[in-house]
């Protein structure tokens, strides 16, 4: 559970990014984040892991204050929350295996030799990471021999391996083109179904974001518009939303 509280944000003191933003996050929801750009949508996503600190208002993710965590607990908040963004972020010259075991990282004592330090455990992890985003047979191909939407893919099951209870993706698809976009959606339906993990996606594309999320926050000028379940929500919704 999140919870963001009376939330203010202002990156150099001109009009907030965030202005008053009160919202539940709650567990194993698939929630999308819409508006226009500029609206604060990647914004409220980086403030629920702490990459961004509040002017005013607080994030509390399961009862503790995130700008008060530091050090391991800070450490241990951003293992529990993945973060998937638009640009891959995979290792292009490193296998797509290697790239899997980086999730596991965060439960390491230290970084001796990269392979060095994974125990059988992270190996079944990432094997069982990969298997959930549809790429199996990929384990050993290396990063750059992927197409887009399979290096999203390969991303996802990074932060899967890392065991997350929430998965925030900063517009994942907005590289890809529509059949890709959809497997990557079809990605996370999978992992939200199978785990229970909450998904929390900022997202252009109203059309999938109406076709896999349960719930809509739609974000105007740095305020919250709607939030509602996606069936509530009317094409007038959007069309204010957008105007
Ligand atoms: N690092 C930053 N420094 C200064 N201003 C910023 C910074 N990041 C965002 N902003 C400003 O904050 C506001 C909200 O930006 P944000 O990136 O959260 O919007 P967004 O909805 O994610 O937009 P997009 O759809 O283009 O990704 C914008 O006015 C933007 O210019
Ligand atoms: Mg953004």
Known sequence: MITVQDLYVTYDKRTPALRGVSLDFHDGEFVGIIGLSGSGKSTL??????????????????DKDVSRLKGKELRDLRRGIGF???????????SVLENVLIGRLGYQSSFKSFFGVFQDE???????ALETVGLKEKTFERGDQLSGGQKQRVAIAKTLAQEPRVIL????????????????????????QKYGISIIVNLHDVDLARKYCHRLVGLKNGKILF?????????DDITGLYS
């Open 45 to 62: 996503l980086k403030t629920l892991n702490g990459l961004v600190s509040p002017s005013k208002g607080k994030v509390f993710v399961e």
């Open 84 to 94: 998937v963004f638009q640009e891959f972020n995979l290792v292009d010259r490193s």
């Open 122 to 128: 992270d190996y079944r992890l990432a094997e069982e």
């Open 169 to 192: 993706a900063d517009e994942p698809v907005a590289s890809l083109d529509r059949n890709s976009g959809k497997a990557v959606m079809d990605t996370f339906q999978r992992i939200q």
């Open 227 to 235: 939030d509602q379940k996606t069936e509530e929500i009317s094409d």
